[in-house]
């Protein structure tokens, strides 16, 4: 379980059963354990076309009529699970909600940087046992890239 995931767990449990505010923090917790699962069916569906068998002429009007997500969101998601399902296939194949897999958004700035030729595969092996293990903040995964592979580049 990532430290984020057992924070919330930890919150709820001190919290009444049954309340509001646990309710939202098991909700929460549910979502962030999940969305390995949810970028591996986003993936296929994607990968496979599976949005035009259903009526929809793109993934992207798919995304947004269909499951009312911003194409964005989608392609966050497709490309973070990609960045796991090539690193770490075991944390990609895991079960939905287990909790190993790294915060999405950990992995998120992990991917964008591979996609933009900073990340390479030796860079994610002196990452990995820390991003696995101890998942920093996504803002502190940024300073860690920028600070070992060089700074973004500017966007265009």
Excluded at 109 to 136: F, H, M, T
């Amino acid at each position: 379980m990532t430290a984020t995931v057992e924070k919330l767990a930890a919150r709820a449990e001190d919290l009444p059963e049954g309340s509001g505010r646990r309710s939202v923090l098991e909700g929460a917790r549910r979502v962030k354990a999940a969305w390995v699962d949810f970028g591996r069916l986003l993936a296929q569906v994607r990968r496979e076309e599976l949005w035009a068998e259903w009526g929809y002429p793109s993934f992207e009007r798919y995304c947004a009529k269909e499951l009312f997500i911003r194409p964005a969101t989608a392609d966050k998601l497709t490309a973070s699970y990609g960045f796991l399902e090539r690193h770490e296939p075991a944390l990609a194949r895991s079960h939905p909600g287990d909790g190993k897999a790294p915060p999405f958004e950990v992995i998120e700035v992990l991917s964008r940087a591979e996609a933009a030729g900073r990340l390479s595969q030796e860079g994610w092996r002196e990452l990995r046992d820390e991003v696995l293990e101890n998942p920093p903040t996504a803002a502190a995964m940024n300073r860690k890239l920028s600070e070992r592979f060089g700074p973004p580049p500017a966007p265009p």
